[in-house]
């Protein structure tokens, strides 16, 4: 009897009482979709279907032409290529070591012993507090005394390490047995062994989470190329976009450069949350070591 409840609440495999799940959760993906699929399809529409009248969803006649002129016609001296490898450099760093920082200052805070550390936790918590902006004259300050203007530095400095992923890391490995990590050093692994080979494969959900908060940080910066660089040559994608919206958003024959812009600036987003999106949805569901 209870083997069949169970298969009733939740069968391996399709099962006839699963219907109104579907009848429910399929209108409601189709219309959380639709954005996503005009984003795509408004990309690649010619000129005169961007004002048909009644406007059609899907392109009749797609076209490159879009992309061709957001490539090839730059509004600045700068070409568009130089800000999209900008912003692909500046991202790879920032991804790679923010995460790496935040997981040995999350496994320091949560599994070490030293003097200091409630108040450290406690600095990381009071920065959850500032938004952006509050920090920009302190940063600059920061960033000019380092020499650090005009250079990729500059983008790469600010985000390298993130508040909230310090905590939501820190939160996951607290969850961890301190009799496992004990075990490994009995058998003698060193700290950094044991950071390695057993807390980093546990927490892999939190980091999968860690990645998509500090690539969407970094791709999605304005303000670093707005304040602390002066040169195009070092500026980024968002800005550029921003510049682009400003100058060609208003006027008919933008409006198609503007949707390759939008989507250049949303598929990346959309493909590491793909890639990721179990491994989110793991630190969602469990939260750590159950």
Known sequence: MASN?????NP??????????????APIATFMILPIIFIFTTAF???DELFLFPPRFFAIRPTLDNFRVLFTQSRTATPMIRYLINSIIVTAVVL????????LAAFALSKLKFKGKK??????????????ASVIIPRY???????????????????MAIPVGLFLLKQFIDQIPDSLLEAARIDGASELMVFWRIVIPIIKPA???????????????????????TRESMRTLA???TTLSATTGNTVAGQGVMAAAALLMFLPNIIIFIVLQAQVMDTVAHSGIK
């Open 207 to 229: 980091l999968s989470t860690m990645a998509i908060l500090a690539f969407q940080t970094v791709w999605n910066n304005v303000e670093t190329s707005q304040f602390y660089t």
């Open 239 to 241: 800005f550029y976009m």
């Open 45 to 47: 529409k010619p000129l």
């Open 141 to 159: 300050l920061v960033i000019v005394n380092l020499g650090l203007i005009d250079t990729l530095f500059a983008h790469i400095l600010p985000v």
């Open 5 to 9: 409840i169970g298969i009733r609440m």
């Open 96 to 103: 790679f070591f923010s995460v790496i920082v935040s997981s």
């Open 119 to 132: 108040l450290l936790f406690e600095v990381n918590q009071i920065a959850l507090m500032f938004v952006a």
């Open 12 to 25: 391996k495999k399709f099962h006839r009482s699963q219907i109104k799940f579907y009848l429910i959760l």
